[in-house]
């Protein structure tokens, strides 16, 4: 964000719309849900850089019990994992799809 001249802030997403509307900050960088969720039609306007999605699946497992099974055992874990990280990424690429061109049914101004 630094690089595109903008000076980055973190702060709890329930605080934003506040922030935006009392003129704190100028904008947020957050998913279309988040963007659906926390500002909706109070931003003053929406960018959309296609293909960027930042996603963070974590799975946790014992390291003893993930060791403690036998080979086939492991793969059908790792690739379950795998497989539903893949599926959650696909789903959230439609919802974000959709979200974005709701906005733009409304009139939202987008970039």
Known sequence: ME???AQPVAMPIGQIKAAIAEGKV????????GWTSQVGMSAPIGSQVPGLMML???YVAKKSWLDSLTTEQRKIIMDAVRNASMLQWHAMYND????IE??????????
Not at 102 to 111: I, N, S, T
């Open 3 to 5: 690089s595109l001249g």
């Open 26 to 33: 100028e904008g947020m960088c957050t998913s279309p849900g």
């Open 56 to 58: 963070t699946y974590t």
């Open 96 to 99: 974000d799809k959709e979200v």
């Open 102 to 111: 709701a906005f733009v049914k409304q009139e939202a101004p987008m970039k």
